[in-house]
Structure formats: C-alpha cells, structure tokens
C-alpha cells in the first residue's frame, strides 16, 4: 500500500457544540482522525476528519458510491481503514483485533440497509437473539423485552411472523428493534429509508427521532434521503470524492457557498455528471 | 495472479479452520446447533450415500466375477469388495456425494447470509459467525461423515453379498469368511481417517466460500458451483495423498 497520503486541510473538524445539542460531556464520543480507505485503485475515503457527539444525531450525506456505507462500517469496526484512527469513548478501534471489538459492538447497534434479519427465524427470534447471546435473563424475561421493544417500533404483533411475511418497512422496523435490544448507546443507520415509499420513510424519520428524544442515543445516519436528513439530524456532514465539503448544521448548511452542497440540498442536477441520485434523494 | 490468487484463498482457509478448532472448543458449546447440524447434514445425507455404496459393491462383485474369469477368483469376491470399499471407493464415494450435497448447501445458506449482510449484522451484535455457523458445522461433519462411511462400507458389502449369493453362486459363508480373513484393521484405519480428512476439506471449503460470496444471488450460485467443483477436485488430489502416507504409516 502506498503511504503518501499527503496531510490536507479539510474542513474543520465539528465546531462548538450549541447548547440545544444536550451535550454530555465535553469530549466527542466519536472522533474520526485521516480515515484513509481505498478498494483497488479508487480512494474511496481520503483523510477524512469529525467528530461526533455525545447525545447527537449526525446525519452524513452524499451520493450514492460517495463512500457513506464505507465510513459508517469503520465506526463499528467491521470493516478497517487503510490509514487513520477511529476513536470511540477514549479508545482507538482501528487496532482492535476482531474479539477485543465484541465489548465495543455490544454498545454499539446498528441498522442495515436490508434489515438484515435472520430469515431462518421468526422476528421474536431476531429481537431475542442479542439478548440470548449476551445476557442471562430468563426467557421470560426476554420475552418481556422483546415486546417491549416490538412495542416501541409499532410492531407489537409481528412477533410469530417470518421476516419473509412483513413488508420493507416493517423488516427495518422489525430489524431496528432488535438493534435495540441491549439497550445501546449509539445506533448506526445505514440508508434507513432507501427503497420506502415517502410515508414510510416520514414513518421511519420519526421513529429516529422518537428514539433519539426516548433512549437519549447517539445516532450516526447515512443517507441521500434530504427528507430524512432535515426530519432527523442535529448536524449533518456531505461526502463527496473521500472528503467532508461540509459538517455542521443546517443553518450552516444553508448559507454554506458550496455550489455541490447547494445541488444536493436542492436536488438539483449536478454539473456534468450523471444525476441518478437526484431521482432517489427527493421522494 | 492466479497463483497468488489460489495462495491467498488457501491462507485465508487456514485461518479459517484455525478459528473454526478454537470456536469448537470454546465455551459455551452449542450443543443444540451441533445435534440439528447432524440431523440436517448427516441423517439426511444416509439415503443418498447408501444407495450409491450398496450399488458400488454389487458393481464391485459383479465386476470381479467377470473380468478375472479363472476358476477360483470368484472365492476372493468378498475380500476385492471390502478391501476396494474400505480403503478407497467408501470414504471417497461418500465424500463426493454426501460433500456435493452438504458442501453446496452450506455455501448456499452462508453466502445468502453473506451478501443480505445477516453475516455482517452478527458481528455487529458482537456474535461470531464461525463460532455460531462454522463451528457446529465442522463438528458435525466430523462426526457424521466417518460414521456414513462406515454405514456406506457395511451396505456396499452387503450388496456385494447379494450379487454374489444370488447371480454367482457364491455361498455367504464363503463371500463374509474371505473378507474376515483378509480385511486388516490397517484397511479400516486409513479408510476412516480418509473421510476425517475429507468431512474437515468439505466444511472448510463450503463455508470458506460462502463467507466470501459477493454480489447477489448470481454470486450465490458462483460461489455454490465452485465450492462444488472445488470440492470434488481437492478430495480426488488429497485421496492420492493420502493413501500414500497411510501406506507409509503401515510399512
């Protein structure tokens, strides 16, 4: 692997937190420092820095191929940069070996794009399944929890049912329950919204926020879904060609000079390239 | 490219079983995946791997009996049936038909899992994947194929028997006394060592390539074929091999 990533200004890591952001403390609970990511020839990511905060939900938009789903998979560690560190709560991750990283996923969920839910079980399986792994409460008990958090998603009789038999929107709602099971401390969202319908996807936003206002998580949100951003996000951040052309929030966002950001906000055609995100980023 | 290509899958396959041992013997056990992986991948299996075993030995005598026509070959029919059963046709039929079914279907549910990102969903719960798919697998395998070889050998003299009795005139007594005479314990070893052999190659290959499907359903069945024909290959070269140090084992 060539090492001459060439140290770039980028755009300043996040600025002061507003105080309507309920920071707890001081320090960022994510702090991402010269994320460097490439796949063959292409760069995907190139030294990003930010910082994500205690309490916040920080929304990363781009295009689709931007890089989004890479960065959001370096916060939990299941996929590893080429360069650059990823600090969680004091501790650098990137370095961690696949078991040592198990304590750091328990307090960290995460939503797929798919849902991702065992298909050879039922939805009360899927949701009990984190709780039998790595709790020792009764089957009772888990059973109390599971529909407690089926509750939560407006899901309360889809227990019995296969993933097969629920509909898109309610696989991720179904999938976000059990990414809710032990209780975490911050959820990851992978393009929560692609391939709903506008009512869901404003269902799903509210969800978000619900859970955000309930469970007092940190929340980390990739999507090209403008929609969702503005219904969700506390600061949002724009990926374009591996780097940051924006972080901050949405006042910021929109008296930011940036002509790109300008576009994607707009859902306007980019300048000679293709526009198939525009399509799909206004429902 | 190729080549480096072939080390690097066979690396990675290495580590693989490496992690698949630990998580076997690592705590807790999973005793109620590793009974519905018998059932699912052995009890299942005994239908196919009988019939084409029984069938191997009435082949095997018949075979026998008609391209050594001299007078007193027919008496030796029982000890050419069990030897080429036991050392060679048993653990290697069984291998390669219990394998294909087992092997692509583990590569099939694997690489679903693979590439609906389920696999990537367990290891973001903190859960391994080798420990909770792999491992149950591999130990079932390893039970369940030597115990089909062996049930497959017994059935395939069994058929043998039967052609001999009934189409050659050959009285049991003489057919099962010519195979308790000849058939060592060295025969049974190297057959049933074979098929351990064999259970870890399929487990490997079949997880192996259904961790790393990539790209959809189409990807799937890429990576179902290949696991098969992978399989197939590496069992017949690793059979050569094998038989050659459990010859050297013996002298």
């Not at chain 1, 295009?63 to 004091?90: E, H, W, Y």
């Not at chain 1, 990283?101 to 969920?109: H, M, T």
């Not at chain 1, 401390?185 to 996807?201: A, N």
């Not at chain 2, 009996?65 to 050392?87: C, D, E, F, M, T």
């Amino acid at each position: 692997m060539p090492q001459d990533r060439q140290p770039q200004p980028l755009s300043p890591p996040s600025p002061p937190s507003p105080p309507e952001l309920r920071t707890a403390a001081n320090e960022p609970l994510f702090a991402i420092r010269g994320l460097t990511k490439s796949f063959g020839e292409r760069k995907v990511l190139d030294g990003i820095d930010f910082d994500i905060l205690r309490g916040e939900t920080f929304v990363i938009l781009g295009r689709s191929g931007s890089g989004k789903s890479v960065t959001l998979r370096q916060l939990n560690g299941l996929d590893k940069p080429d360069a650059g560190k990823v600090i969680f709560d004091g501790r650098d991750i990137t370095a961690l070996a696949e078991r040592d990283l198990y304590p750091v996923r328990r307090r960290i969920a995460m939503l797929f794009q798919g849902g991702a839910l065992f298909d050879s079980m039922t939805i009360s399986d899927n949701v009990a399944f984190p709780l039998r792994e790595h709790t020792q409460l009764s089957e009772a008990e888990i059973a109390a929890k599971v529909q407690e958090k089926l509750g939560l998603v407006r899901l309360p009789e889809a227990g019995p049912k296969m993933p097969s038999d629920l509909s898109g929107g309610m696989r991720k709602r179904a999938a976000l329950a059990r990414s809710l099971a032990l209780d975490p401390e911050v959820v990851l969202y992978d393009e929560p919204t692609t391939g709903l319908d506008p009512m869901t996807s404003a269902a799903i936003g509210h969800l978000i926020r619900q859970i955000h206002g309930h469970l007092n998580v940190t929340q980390v949100v990739i999507t090209h879904d403008i929609a969702l951003a503005r219904q969700v996000g506390d600061r949002i951040a724009y990926l374009s060609e591996g780097h940051f052309r924006f972080v901050g929030d949405w006042a910021a966002a929109e008296r930011s000079s940036d002509r790109e950001l300008g576009d994607f906000l707009a859902g306007r055609e980019l300048a000679e390239e293709d526009g198939d995100h525009a399509a799909s980023a206004q429902p | 490219m190729r080549v480096r290509n072939l080390a690097q899958r066979t690396g990675e396959m290495a580590v693989l079983s490496g992690r698949a041992f630990a998580a076997m013997a690592a705590r807790p056990l999973e005793v109620t995946l590793w009974f519905a992986q018998m059932d699912q991948l052995g009890v299942r299996s005994l239908a196919v791997a009988g019939v084409a075993t029984t069938f191997t030995g009435m082949v095997l005598a018949l075979q026998t009996a008609y391209s050594l026509p001299s007078i007193g070959v027919k008496y030796y029919i029982g000890s050419v049936v069990a030897k080429s059963l036991v050392r060679e046709l048993g653990p290697v039929l069984t291998a390669l038909i219990v394998g294909g079914r087992i092997g692509a279907g583990m590569t099939a549910e694997i690489g679903t899992m693979t590439v609906t990102e389920q696999i990537d969903a367990m290891r973001s719960m903190a859960v391994d994947p080798v420990k909770k798919l792999v491992a149950p697998k591999l130990g079932a395998v390893l039970v369940m194929l030597p115990a089909l070889t062996v049930i497959g050998c017994g059935l395939g003299i069994l058929g043998g028997l039967l052609v001999a009795v009934i189409q050659l005139n050959v009285q049991a007594s003489v057919y099962l006394n010519n195979i308790v005479q000849y058939l060592t314990l060295a025969d049974v070893v190297s057959g049933v060592g074979k098929s351990f052999v064999f259970a870890f190659i399929i487990t490997i290959i079949g997880c192996y390539n259904g961790l790393h499907t990539t790209g959809g359903a189409d990807g799937v069945g890429r990576a179902t074929t290949d696991t098969v024909v992978t399989l197939a290959i590496t069992v017949m070269i690793s059979d050569y091999f094998l038989t050659r140090l459990f010859i050297l084992l013996v002298s």
